[in-house]
């Protein structure tokens, strides 16, 4: 079964930091290109990074830009989003989700992982 | 760059229900859709415009022309409601705000 199994969220204070962590199986992981897209409470989704399937290709939206750091380590199957500086407003689910959200989208999407940014 | 969804639409089970999308020269991007049902993940419905991933019904189908991108529910049930999101690229993963979908 093709499975993305996101970890690592929590309460964490303004100011502080937070690495998020994804389990990829049943794929090749290697295969593919990979993305974090968040949902805050009650609105909609904002794409947040981008990772070519050999890390080679980088993007980040303007929002989170310079806070947060996407990687990945293909011998682990895993993909991972460390987060600096957070703030109030980046209180989300945060998703692990495959694809190169181009023209093919983003077919297989994680549970969510919940960051709460609160002192 | 921006994509425009209405809040909200309104069907009937088993009458069409269609969502939009606007941007400027959509119609030269590629669209895809997403459904998401109440405390579920996003699942892509609908991808290159019109195209169905294995698994999704037949009901489903997506148009892209000029400014703006629509998605067609025929037919609709109600476990189709859910909220939906378009999606393009340009320079980066752009969605549109999402609709609420209620079928009543």
């Known amino acids: 079964e093709v499975q993305l199994v996101e970890s690592g969220g929590g309460l964490v204070q303004p100011g502080g930091s937070l690495r998020l962590s994804c389990a990829a199986s049943g794929f090749t992981f290697i295969s593919y290109s990979m993305n974090w897209v968040r949902q805050a409470p009650g609105k909609g989704l904002e794409w947040i990074s981008y990772i070519s399937s050999s890390s080679r290709t980088i993007y980040y939206a303007d929002s989170v830009k310079g806070r947060i750091t996407i990687s990945r380590d293909n011998a682990k199957n895993s993909l991972y989003l460390q987060m600096n500086s957070l703030r109030a407003e980046d209180r989300a689910v945060y998703y692990c989700v495959r694809g190169e959200g181009g023209s093919y989208g983003m077919d297989v999407w994680g549970q969510g992982t919940t960051v709460t940014v609160s002192s | 760059y921006e994509l425009t969804q209405p809040p909200s639409v309104s069907v009937s089970p088993g009458q069409t229900a269609s969502i939009t999308c606007s941007g400027d020269k959509l119609g030269n991007k590629y669209v895809c859709w997403y459904q998401q049902r109440p405390g579920q993940s996003p699942g892509l419905v609908i991808y290159?415009?019109?195209k169905r991933p294995s698994g999704i019904p037949e009901r489903f189908s997506g148009s892209n022309s000029g400014n703006t991108a629509t998605l067609t529910i025929s037919g609709t049930q109600t476990i189709d409601e859910a909220d939906y999101y378009c999606?393009?690229?340009?320079?980066?993963?752009?969605f549109g705000g999402g609709t609420n979908l209620t079928v009543l």
């Open positions: 290159q415009n019109s």
């Open positions: 999606q393009t690229w340009d320079s980066s993963t752009v």
